[in-house]
C-alpha cells in the first residue's frame, strides 16, 4: 500500500519534498495535487517509471500523451523548440495556471517521446506539485488520474484517491481535496492558438 504524505501548499516541509524526489529517482510513481485534478506523475528521466505510468493508463508509452510539469518556464529550452515571441508572451501571460500548452519539441525528448515531434507543458498554479519539481531538479511527466466514468469524490478526495491507486503507486501526497475539472489544452504549434480541449482555463489567452 502507498505511502500517504500530507503536504500545504503554503508550508511545504522540506524533509517530505527530499523523500518524494528520492521515491522518484529511483523509478517511484506518485499521485499528486496540481491546480485541476490529482495527476499520475514519474521523473522524466526514468524509463522504467515512464513504462508503469503507461500501463496504469492503459496506452503505449511512445503514443501516450503525457504533460511535462515544470516548475517555471526557465528551463522550457531544455525540451522545448525554438518558440516565437508571441508564443512566449501567451506561456508567460497564462502560466502558472490550469493549462497544458502543446509546443514544439526539441532533440533532448527522452526517446521514447521523439517520434511525437511535441510536448505538452504544464506550469500548475500549485505550490506543491512546483517544489517537487524543483526538488527533483527536471520536470515529472504527469497525466491526470481523472477519469469521465469516474465517480468525482474519486478523483477529488485523497483518502479515496489512495484507496483505489494505493496498490498501484508508490505515493499519494495529499495536498487537499482536488478539482474536479482538468486542464484546458491548447496547441501553440500552428499560426493560431488552437483550442484542443475546454477544461479549468479560459479559453480566452
Wanted: hydrophobic fraction near 35%; include cysteine; charge should be neutral.
Amino acid at each position: 500500500m502507498a505511502e500517504i504524505i500530507k503536504l500545504y501548499e503554503k508550508n511545504t516541509s522540506e524533509k517530505h519534498l527530499q523523500k518524494i524526489a528520492k521515491v522518484l529517482k529511483e523509478g517511484g510513481v506518485i499521485i499528486y495535487p496540481t491546480d485541476t485534478v490529482y495527476g499520475l506523475g514519474c521523473d522524466i528521466k526514468n524509463n522504467k517509471a515512464l513504462t508503469k505510468v503507461a500501463r496504469l493508463k492503459n496506452v503505449k508509452l511512445e503514443k501516450a500523451n503525457f504533460s511535462f510539469i515544470c516548475e517555471d518556464l526557465s528551463n522550457l529550452s531544455d525540451y522545448v523548440s525554438q518558440i516565437p515571441t508571441n508564443t512566449f508572451k501567451i506561456l508567460k501571460r497564462n502560466l502558472p495556471g490550469p493549462y497544458t500548452f502543446i509546443l514544439p519539441g526539441n532533440n533532448n525528448l527522452p526517446n521514447v517521446f521523439k517520434k511525437k515531434k511535441t510536448v505538452g507543458i504544464r506550469v500548475p498554479d500549485n505550490n506543491i506539485a512546483r517544489s517537487i519539481v524543483k526538488t527533483l531538479g527536471n520536470p515529472i511527466v504527469s497525466t491526470s488520474i481523472y477519469d469521465e466514468d469516474d465517480l468525482v469524490e474519486y478523483t477529488t478526495d485523497p483518502e479515496l484517491i489512495a484507496e483505489k491507486w494505493g496498490d498501484l503507486v508508490d505515493l499519494v501526497i495529499d495536498g487537499g481535496y482536488g478539482d474536479n475539472m482538468a486542464s484546458t489544452v491548447i496547441d501553440l504549434t500552428k499560426d493560431e492558438p488552437e483550442l484542443i480541449r475546454q477544461g479549468k482555463g479560459s479559453a480566452e489567452i
